[in-house]
């Protein structure tokens, strides 16, 4: 279990080791604080751990009583309802119009839009980063370069788009000019593909990081060999760099999976307010004060991350790359 | 031969179009924030001036938009801080083994991943119930007078819940940090330290903390960046006051000119000060390392 993370393996390593050497064991030994073993780890856990209870697991709890509550006009009612499961599933099951599938469906269409475009993309980046920089110092300095972005504000990162995609936009006029169209094209901004554009934009570096930890990884050794055993450039990515690389797309799209099932602001930015999403849903209803509604969304999204994860995470042993 | 080369080509292709994808527009917004007073959200540019920036600073066009401003730096600054502490002495404590480490470290990972949007209804929701459980307890007159709880409004606010809000948000991206850096980090001079009779305190604050400072100018940049441009974890759980990031998702809807470019430029500049600032602390504290252990890496 705690053989997960390297430095605990590295550890477990040290004490498997003990006994063939006297000096490891002196030294497996001496790690143990002198004030006996567990209590200084504890208390430097601690912050970290009430933090996490009070801000993370306590609020899910919370969110998930509140979804069985009542509600009027004005006030929450505490009880144990199943009105807002079955108010958010209303008219699925008569065959009638069904929001919440609908909605479901449109947040779908986009995360697999956005998977489409940014699982490619990143592992080429990563690809060009890790074999075909040289140097270290330039692989550092090009990494930095992709990254600097991503400190940087979302929603300024999107209202940059408006006057590129604009129907007055920059790229409009260009069609414009070239002859290409003969009226702007509105589905550039406010539509499901500038939101999609701006997923790409945002959450590429998602995909980019955790592969080129993969990719960092392979031995290139096993490159060499497959070149060698008569293997084509193509054959080598398929059967060696792809496969070894798995594990770092896995939590690629682990992240951008949650990031785009979950938002709000893109979708209600991008789209002009005119797309549904789940996060939009759960926002709409906190908006109207309809908390338990809100929080019964979210206990169904949440269940359907978890499912998308934990399909995902099948795929490969995500903890054996932390 | 010729495939690798030609794949070299074709990726250097595939990874310069990224790089112009990623700074492209942000760089337009910078062009444009420049927009003489009577130029549009688009090109073509209607002369060159600082008109936007000038409105910005007066304040006219947008409301309020410097106390905002001041509130997203004073989280920010708090966030960066509790961050470095709370990540440093996390990541401490997973170098040796205790009891629910597995469990904390799927917590932090789970912080990561849960939706931005379930994390903040949740904190709103939780300290609802709890202004309603203080109001109802003031009420009865279980609670002591110098509380103050009679007219107890709210215990939601900037450093409350949207200090929570973000931590859960910051602290991972630094705990993740801190894992690679003490993965890297020589047992041997613990050990060493602990040899020649140090108190874990000691080997602390002489042989480790020296030696992973440098490490901790990025965790405080993750956390100060980070709750910067925060805004789906903030979006319920700030209660009244608006962070800047906020603000800006409002005027997005109504902005017809370029002073939303000048404020974005702005808070883009921000964050890229603080990359510089970060960067700069890097080096000196490296430096200063270097010459403190006369020339050991």
């Known amino acids: 279990m705690s053989s997960s993370r390297p430095d605990a393996a590295g550890a477990a390593v040290l004490d498997a080791a003990a006994p063939l050497s006297p000096e490891a064991g002196i030294a497996a030994r001496s790690r143990r604080p002198a004030v006996g073993p567990g209590a200084a780890p504890f208390l430097q856990a601690a912050p970290l751990a009430l933090v996490l209870l009070l801000f993370l697991v306590l609020p899910l709890l919370v969110t998930a009583a509140v979804s069985l509550w009542d509600y009027t006009e004005f006030t929450l009612v505490p009880d144990v309802t199943l009105r807002n499961y079955r108010e958010m599933f209303e008219g699925c099951l008569s065959g009638g119009a069904c929001s919440t599938l609908r909605t479901y469906v449109s947040t779908f269409k986009l995360c697999a839009l956005t998977l489409a475009v940014t699982l490619p993309l990143g592992f080429a980046v990563a690809f060009f980063l890790a074999f075909h920089v040289r140097s270290d110092s330039a692989r550092t300095a090009l990494f930095l370069l992709c990254t600097a972005p991503f400190l940087t504000s979302n929603v300024i990162r999107m209202i940059s788009w408006i006057p590129l995609l604009g129907r007055e936009g920059v790229v409009n006029r260009a069609l414009l000019g070239s002859g290409a169209v003969d009226r702007p094209l509105d589905w550039l901004l406010y539509s499901e593909f500038a939101v999609v554009l701006a997923f790409v934009h945002l959450y590429t570096l998602f995909v980019v990081v955790p592969v080129f930890n993969s990719l960092m990884r392979i031995d290139r050794r096993l490159i060499e060999a497959a070149r060698d055993a008569g293997a084509t450039g193509r054959q080598t990515l398929v059967h060696v760099v792809l496969p070894l690389s798995k594990p770092g797309l896995a939590i690629g799209a682990i992240f951008v999976a949650t990031l785009v099932m979950g938002d709000f602001v893109t979708v209600g930015v991008m789209g002009g307010q005119q797309i549904a999403s789940v996060g939009k849903a759960i926002q709409t209803h906190a908006a109207y004060l309809q908390f338990p509604a809100a929080a019964a969304q979210s206990v169904v999204l949440l269940a359907v991350v978890l499912l998308m994860i934990a399909a995902l995470t099948r795929l490969v042993d995500v903890r054996r790359e932390l | ?297």
């Open chain 2, 1 to 297: 031969m010729t495939g690798a080369a030609a794949s070299r080509w074709w990726l250097g292709a595939v990874f310069a179009a990224f790089v112009a994808f990623l700074y492209g527009p942000t760089l337009t917004i910078l062009v444009l924030s420049f927009q003489g007073p009577e130029g549009g959200l688009t090109f073509p540019m209607n002369g060159l001036s600082l008109h936007w920036y000038a409105r910005l600073f007066e304040g006219a066009g947008v409301v309020d938009i410097w106390s905002a401003f001041g509130r997203s730096l004073r989280l920010g600054l708090a966030v960066m801080v509790l961050t470095t502490v709370v990540a440093l002495l996390g990541g401490y404590a997973f170098r040796r083994r205790f009891r629910g480490e597995a469990a904390l470290f799927q917590l932090v990972v789970a912080s990561l991943i849960v939706p931005s949007i379930a994390v903040s209804l949740g904190i709103a929701l939780q300290f609802r119930i709890l202004d309603d459980a203080v109001r109802a307890l003031a009420e009865v007159g279980r609670l002591p007078a110098w509380l103050g709880a009679e007219d107890h409004t709210t215990a939601m606010g900037l450093f409350t819940s949207g200090l929570g809000a973000h931590l859960t948000w910051t602290l991972p991206f630094g705990i993740l940090i801190m894992f690679a850096v003490f993965n890297r980090f020589p047992t041997e001079v613990e050990e060493a330290a602990r040899d020649l009779g140090a108190s874990p305190w000691g080997v602390f604050r002489h042989a480790v903390l020296p030696l992973v400072a440098p490490s901790l100018v990025g965790v405080a940049l993750f956390g100060f960046t980070l709750s910067w441009d925060e805004i789906a974890r903030s979006s319920q759980a700030m209660g009244e006051a608006n962070t800047l990031p906020l603000e800006l998702q409002g005027l997005t809807t109504t902005a017809t000119t370029p002073e939303i470019y000048a404020l974005g430029t702005l808070t883009t500049g921000v964050s890229a000060a603080v990359i510089a600032a970060a960067f700069a602390a890097h080096a000196a504290a490296r430096r200063s390392r270097r010459r403190a252990h006369g020339g050991a890496p």
